[in-house]
């Protein structure tokens, strides 16, 4: 009996230390950033938690910047950053994509109607409300220079409110996490996450922007077909729901995206959808 315990034991310890690199290497992988200079005004830095996207004007004395990262992620993002006159623009409350902004006492940050409540439990002390907010539906509309920005609040689906922001010389989309790349969707019932509503989201937005260039949540740069490819995602593993075998061909479909520990898997977004047509 012993001997088994001392098995057991061992094997446990295994599964746990197993588990932690695994974890590790996830959050070393997630916090990785990645420069890409779109244009000499435009760069995004994908990765360091949530993708971000800083724009600057010709002379250089504004920019604006759409989420802030997180921890140290965040520090690098704000050393880029000379421009005196800073916008901070963040998609939605989560933490890793507003933990950076502190670090920007003097900017000015437009999100979507959030309590204030809303914004504390989903966003870190670091993370300041902010000082404009756009209702669902709303856009509000900035020049920077020659460029032209769009900033839009889609109301819940993510999250209570989602803001995205559209460059409209660049055609370039920013969608925060109403898309997320080649990775399952974080669905998160006390941020607000509706399936339902994240759908239509994501078919208004395929009709009210032309987009050359979309920049998501997480993960690689795309285009506008990944809305679809978002969209596509939520209804086939909607419409596999009590049918064992879609799922099978689903599970197989998307085997390479990336998951976490269950939270990020295709077993929670059929879960998740399961409960929100129960309710």
Known sequence: MKKVLQIV???????IVAGGIYV????QHFMKVETIQYDPQLTIY???GGNSVVFTSEDSSAALVVDTKMKGAAKILKEKIKAKDITIINTHDHVDHTGGNALYPQAKIIAGEYTKKQWADDASKASRYPDITIKPGEEKVLKIGSETVHIYNVGRAHTFNDV???FDNRKLLVTGDLVFN??????????????ALWINA???LSKKY?????VPGHRPVADQNALVVMED???SIGDSISNKEKQAVLKEKYKNYVSFLGMLSFDNTLKFIEQERKE
Request: hydrophobic share 50%; no cysteine; aromatic share 14%.
């Open 9 to 15: 034991g061992l094997l446990i310890v295994v599964v």
């Open 24 to 27: 590790w290497q996830f959050y």
């Open 46 to 48: 994908l990765g360091g």
């Open 164 to 166: 995205v922001v559209y």
């Open 182 to 195: 080649n990775m399952h969707p974080g669905l998160i019932a006390k941020s607000g996450a509706n399936v």
């Open 202 to 204: 994501l078919e208004s």
């Open 210 to 214: 032309q987009i050359k260039t979309l």
């Open 233 to 235: 995602y939520f209804v």
